[in-house]
């Protein structure tokens, strides 16, 4: 697992995908959250919107990564 820290106190579920480089781009993130591939704290997530704040976890693919305070 690695941190990824932002600027605010929360963030979108899409932009944290591109910020952590668990994606390419918002269209990558579309296709892996249709598809179910993206769990946050443990549940699979499909919405692109959802706010993520400090501590909440994001894992695809075998990867995690953790929201962190910049």
């Known amino acids: 697992m690695f941190d990824v820290p932002i600027s ?6 899409g932009q ?3 910020l952590a480089n668990l994606v390419e781009s918002g269209a990558d ?3 892996v959250l249709a598809d179910g591939l993206v769990r946050v704290n ?4 499909i919405r692109r919107g959802r706010q993520l704040a ?7 693919d075998g990867e995690s990564a953790r ?3 910049a």
Do not use: M, N, Y
């Open 67 to 69: 929201v962190s305070p």
């Open 8 to 13: 605010d106190d929360s963030i979108r579920l």
């Open 54 to 60: 400090v501590g909440d976890v994001v894992e695809i």
């Open 42 to 45: 443990g549940e699979t997530e």
């Open 29 to 31: 993130a579309k296709g």
């Open 16 to 18: 944290f995908l591109k």
